[in-house]
Structures are given as structure tokens and as C-alpha cells.
């Protein structure tokens, strides 16, 4: 295999989709707002896109079986919805600069070219701090300027945002954008955490303002609380630690 | 050398058949299994594979010659037999993602459009826990579920195995999947050795129960007894050393 | 994206252009003096490069868009200039030593070929020492000894400078030898810092002496000012440590 | 640039040449036999070869000039000499496999097919210990056990030097083999130095034996004198700070 592949499996009538991309990355926000959704949705695979910049891995299922790992097109249609929504989502992102050129840039040519694609919404996580973000704030950039007033009506914060995006959540844009298509990242602000579900949650809530999709973050307010007695707990050991260094001199 | 060639040397006519894998990887196991194999049956060698994508090195052989690394495959004919058996050997495997996707891939075009294969074995370990392991138990994925009753028959556990398998003995499971060639992947319980025979032995008493292969595990067992004897050796000096650092205190 | 691509953009008519290249690197000497230029000449730009090479990252704008990572080639026109100055800079440079060979390739190519250019400089540091150099030297080196009597009457330093030049301002003239157009490197002394407003000032002016770039190094000496300023805070907050380290015994 | 090239200056006629590879690499013998043999011999250079899988990056000149880093092929001949010899010497080997299977498989190439080559020798250090190694052996493996009974003779070693052989000291060899074409790698023991003298003078003794080539070691003999001196000024600096360690508990 020497080259990014799509394979498209349904050739199913679209509805001027929306592409809604949350692939693994800082916090793992996009994934856990995908997987959220994937849940919810129970959504049709229509594509799998394999690529030899992805790692040569092979997840084990639980049923005993295998699959080589990929990202995966999947079709939600919320009710009553004036655009179908194109999830995509998968264990990785390309390992290479030279495979996310190529792998973002096929995904944008498929969104557009197969899909007649919309709109592209990427998801991500923005790094301010190394502390724990509870409220965590919603930042976005976009491919045009025009869009940035609709969204802040949302409590999305433009202009503020610095550096470098990484990865698909950014690439994408900038191969749409390149094609004349309209998109936004949708950042959730995070800290400490490798699992953030907090800023997941706040994604998706924005997420849900824009677009027809019904939110339902039970699943994610589960991993938030989880998190928080682990956190917790945690806190204890270390003040036990912090207890134990303070021990006198003759303990040796 | 651009690409992956496989040099094909003898064009012998082969008999259904079956593929076994074993390359250096986790626990040396499916390489410890190759080589027990190749000295018990002395196989002809029917196919060299070289890649740009394996390390730049050349063998230093005993004789005094040299060998390029590669990978080699065996034809081995068990007796009464009624698939032969294509070992697959080697020093090493691809060093990067993308040499990875090409060397399994051209190794599954190659089985089985030249050489008609039937099915593939794939050995490996499957690191459980960073303890000894003395009696390993044999993990599998399959390509297609409705194998899994036939091998669950001798033991091999289903279903249990978490997680990813890297390299060759995953990705050529995973393309032949793509061609609806079918598979498995043993997988040797294995934990802290580098070598370990211990996991070795149980693929192969595993492969050989579902095969025409006869086992001979004499040579396994010898580094079975060689490992347990180095590592009482091992405890006894780390016993020693804790003694030590429990010196009494006027001991500089 | 597979390939360097150099997006031209306005097909304007240059005269015998001159390409100075401030790219990121050692110091970041080259993209100061590119960035102080093109505040002074507030230039057009001409044409964008990409590249598969460069990081896979889009820079987040103040204004809330987005912008792929690349090179821009910018137009100035100093007045009663003989030759118009195409200055190059960017975010970045490529990451792999394939991607260096092929991106200052294109460079090269695209301002011989398209811009139908005459002469290029590069700027960069040297890196001499792990001190601080407050009155930095200009060493050269040139693609034809012909034209060091010429720099050297600028108080620009020959033959002193030893080993490597890594990257762009080296590659670039590599490739412009080979096609038989000429050019130099300056390189301002340089050595403690990661932005080196001293060296860039000593490249600037060396630069302007021998182009028709008019020189204001207002900007950069407010950086040397302000990082003089942060050096010495830096100091007293060393010396304040040094003496802890030197605190009597009795203190924990 | 996209691909290894080989720049072929003169259309010199050659008389049955031999290859003689020396290049960076362990103890950085090759280098320094080359190195050697360029001085005595002051050979003309009739090739050049750059790869875009070399360091990016150029030689400054002490003239004030630059080069691109590359490998070149220069001509040397022996007073009476049946056989042209060609010395390949440079900065830099490839810095990846898919690199290194390319530039070697070109060098082979270039001088079976363009230079008529009859035999290769490739020069490397082998390293047996983490000491110093005052009277080095020579190793040596070949294409064709048919050439040992031969080298046997002048003292150099077969079938005792185990493991692998890195880079283009093996991979010429390997891809010669490919082509039925005969040679040698010559390998001095080394052990502690990053440059041995003493390795690369054992090498070139055992080379001279065996080809027209008239060895003057001087120069290497001046580096081992200078080397021994700096050890021993070393090891009285070790010694003192062992001193130190054993100093009385009440010093601090």
C-alpha cells in the first residue's frame, strides 16, 4: 500500500453534507466529542480511509476478530435537519508532515469532490495551561472572516487563540480553504488532562448550536465525574507524600 | 533499490499452500518458532525478500561472506501432509510506517497470487506484564470469527486480548483480510524476557495442533532450562546486592 | 499534497531582481532582518510556497482566520533601486534533509526561471560561542571567490568561518552554483541567545551597505534594548541564587 | 533535487579500475585510510555524487567558498599498477535505510556500468571492546568464499567478526554481490576512539598487501602519537579526581 485510500462503501444520495471531524489530538477532544455522537447516533460507516502515514497497527476486537486501523466516514441524519452530517473519526492521525499533507488533503478532495460537501467543522483541544480547566471557554478560527459574527453569537471566542494548530483539525481547513470551502475549529480550552471530557463537552454544546444535532453529554458528564474523584484521590496521595518529605530528621 | 522486490528461486509446484510467519518482534516469539522449525525440518529456500525500508546492515556470516537482511521464505512438507507449509523468516522487519504497509502488503500479493496460497499464520507475543511468565497461554485474532470455534477447540483464548499488534504479524493478517484470504494470529503470553522460548513453545504446540506440523520442542526446552538457571543467577545477585544496601550504617 | 508547489501570484514585471532569503534559524538572525524589511517596505507579496516538508501546522491569526505554513516571496522597490529585491521568509523550514533538498531546489529554480533573477543572499547566524556577543561580526561565504574583495571592503570576514551551514542559507546557494548564479551567505556572530537582535542589526547593515536597502534598525534595537534589560534581571536573580547556595550550614 | 545523482566530470579511459570505499562511519577509520591516500596520491576527481538523503547542508571552504556535502570518486595510479584505482571518499554517508539503499545501489552501479569496475573494497572499523586497542587486527568478510585463502595470507581474519555491518561498508558489498561483481570489506578493530589512527593504519597495511597501492603512514602515525599524548594527559586527570573521591569524610 503506497498511497492514502478511500474507500467509499455506500454510494447513498447526500443531503448537502456537513463534515464534522473529531479525530485523536490534544485532550483527545475531537474523538471523545465523536464517539459521543457515534453513540448517540448509531450512524451507517459510508467510507474507511486507510493510509500508509498511519501507524502499522491492527486493532484486536473484542469479538476475537480484526481491523487495520483507519479514519471512518459515518452518516447522521438528525431529524428534520436541512443538511446531513458526515462524521469522521478512527484511531489516529497521520505520524508524518508528509502523510498529513497527503492524508487531510484527500479527505477535503473526497468531502468535496464525492460528497459535494458544505461545510467543514474540525474539533480539537487548545492547550492554555497546565492546570485543570473546569469551565473551560470555546475558541475558534476559521477559513473566512465573514463567519466569525454568526459564531460569537454562540460564546465562541475569536482572535484570541495563538501559535500553531496541529494536525487534521487544522490542515483541513487550510485544504478547504485552499478550495474555496467555508469551515471552522471548534477548540475546547484544556490543561493537565490526557482525556478531557470537560472541554469535549463544551465543544459539543457548541457544537450543537450551529448545527442540527441534538446533545445529549450523559455519557461525557460520567467521565467528567470519574475523573474528578480519580483527581481527587490523587490530590490525597500526593499531600500523604508531601506529609512524608516534611518527616523528621531521624526517620531515615 | 527503490522498492521491495521479492526474488522468487525456485518455481517448484506447490500444494495448497499454508503461509507461517514468524519475525523478530515481542518476545522474539515468532522468530524463536521459525527457527525451531527450520532445524527441525532443514527447508529449501524458495523466495527472498529484500526492502529498502529494512535497515541498512549486512550479515556477517561464519563462513566469512556477508548476506543482505531480509526476509526468506522456506517450503516445508510435512509428512502425509495435505497443504505445504511456506515458512516466513528473517532478521528483521520494515523500520517505518510506510515500509511496513508496502513489505506486508507485497508479501500477501505474492503468496497469493504467485504462490495460490490458502491461509496464514501469523506468531507473535502478547505482552501481558512486565512478571516471568512459566506457563504462557496462547492468544488469537482471526480474520473472519467463524474460525474462532475450530482453534478455541485447542486451547487458544478469543476475545481476550486487548490493544494493538504491531507489525507483520497484525498487517498481514489485515491485508489479507482486504483479499478475503483467511488467518490468525498466535499470540505467546509473554512478560520480561527479550527471548522467550517459554512463549515460543506454546505457539507452537498451539500451530502444531492445527496443522500437519510434528513439534519437536527439545531445542525450545533447552533454552527454557538455559533462561531459568540465568535468572536464579540474576536473583541471587540482586538478593545479594539488597544485603548489601542494607549495610550497616559505618559502611561508606 | 505530494510536492512543493510556489503559488504565483501576481505576474508583475521585475527588474533584475536581487533575492534576500530570512528564513527561521540559528539566532533567528535571518527572519529578523526579513521581518524588520518587511515592516520598513511593507512590500506585496508575489508568491506563496507550500510544502509537504514543512510541519503539518496552520498559524492561528488575530484576526480569527487561518493560514497554511509556508514561504512568501515579497516585492520591494527601494527608490532609484537598480534592482528590485524579492525577500523571502516564511514560518518555517523544511524538516527532513529530502525536503530541504527539494524545497531550496524550487526556490532556486522558481527565481532563476520565473523571476529571471541575478544574484541571491542568504542570512543566518553563526554560531561562535555560548556567550553573549554584544558586538557581533559578519562572517560570508560566497558561491565564487570572485566576489569576496568586493564584500570584504564592507568589513565582512572571509575564511574564518568553519564548518557546516545547515538549512536554507546554505542549500540555496548550493543549488544557485549549480546553475552557475551567484550569491553569499552572511552570517551575523552569535551565540547565547535564540533571538538575536545584535547579530540581525550586524546582518542588516552589512546587508544595506552592498544593496539599495535604506536601513532602520529602530525595531531591532528595541529588542536588543529590552533583552539587555531581561539579561540583566536574569543576573541578579543568579547572583541572589548563588548566594543561597552559599547559605550556612545550619540551613536545611 | 529528487534523486541521488552522479556528476561524471572526466571521460578518463580506465584501466581495469578497483573501488576503494572509504567513508565516515566507526572509529572513523575509512575516512582517515582515504583521507591518507588523497594526500599522498593527490589523485584528480572524476565524479561527484549528492543525494538528497545526505545532511542538508554545505562545507564552508577555508578559501571563503562553499560545497554542497557529497561523496566523490577520485583517480589514483600506482606506478606500475595493473589496476586503476578509484578512491570514493566525502562528508557524509545516507541518514536513512531508503537512503542508504539507494546511494549504494548507485554506487555499484555507476562503477560496474560507467567505470567497467572489476573489484571492490570497502574500508570500515570493527568494533570489539570499550578499550583501547593498541596493535588492532584486521577483519574482513567478502562476497565470494572463493577470496579468503588469498587475504588469509596477508594476515587479515575471517569468520571471526560476528553481528552486522552498517552502512556502505556492507551495502556496496551486499548490492556488488547482487550484480556477481567480487569484493571486500576490510575492517580494523577498534574500540574507544571516535577517530583511531591505529585501526585506520592497520587497515590501510592490510590493504597495501593486497593492491599497488604504496602506503606511507606517516601522518597517521603523527595522529597516534598525538592521541596516546592526550590519553595519558587524560587518564593523569582521572586519577586525580579518583584522589579526590577518596578524600577524608570531614571535606564536603
Known amino acids: 500500500m503506497k498511497e492514502t485510500v478511500i474507500r467509499f462503501k455506500k454510494s447513498v444520495k447526500l443531503n448537502k ?4 471531524v473529531g479525530l485523536p489530538g490534544i485532550g483527545n477532544v475531537g474523538k471523545l466529542v465523536a464517539e459521543t455522537l457515534r453513540k448517540q447516533y448509531k450512524p451507517k460507516k459510508i467510507a474507511t480511509l486507510y493510509s500508509p502515514h498511519f501507524p502499522h497497527q491492527v486493532v484486536m476486537l473484542k469479538t476475537g476478530g480484526i481491523r487495520l486501523v483507519g479514519n471512518r466516514f459515518y452518516l447522521l441524519r438528525p431529524k428534520g435537519a436541512k443538511n446531513d452530517i458526515i462524521l469522521l473519526t478512527g484511531e489516529t492521525q497521520a505520524v508524518t508532515p508528509e502523510g ?3 492524508v487531510n488533503k484527500k479527505i477535503v478532495d473526497f468531502f468535496a469532490d464525492k460528497l459535494k460537501g458544505q461545510f467543514i467543522y ?3 483541544g487548545y492547550s492554555v495551561t497546565k492546570e485543570l480547566t473546569t469551565s473551560p471557554k ?3 478560527n476559521v477559513t473566512d472572516k465573514k463567519l466569525i459574527s454568526k459564531y460569537k453569537e454562540h460564546g465562541i471566542i475569536f482572535g ?3 501559535g ?3 494536525g487534521s483539525a487544522g490542515m483541513i481547513l487550510a485544504f478547504a480553504k485552499m478550495r474555496k470551502m467555508k469551515g471552522i475549529c471548534l477548540m475546547g480550552e484544556t490543561g493537565l488532562l490526557d482525556i478531557d471530557a470537560s472541554a469535549a463537552k463544551a465543544v459539543l454544546i457548541a457544537l ?3 448545527t442540527s444535532l441534538e446533545i445529549n453529554t450523559a455519557a461525557l458528564d460520567k467521565i467528567i465525574e470519574k475523573t474528578a474523584k480519580l483527581l481527587k484521590e ?3 496521595i500526593m499531600q500523604g507524600q508531601h506529609n512524608l518529605e516534611q518527616k523528621p530528621a531521624y526517620i531515615r
Chains 1, 2, 3, 4 share one sequence.
Request: glycine letters at 4%; aromatic letters at 12%; a positive charge.
Open 17 to 20: 453534507p456537513i463534515l464534522v
Open 100 to 102: 498529513q499533507y497527503e
Open 122 to 124: 474540525t474539533l480539537g
Open 138 to 140: 470555546v475558541y475558534a
Open 160 to 162: 484570541k487563540s495563538r
Open 164 to 166: 500553531m494548530i496541529w
Open 208 to 210: 450543537s448550536k450551529s
Open 234 to 236: 490523587q490530590e490525597a
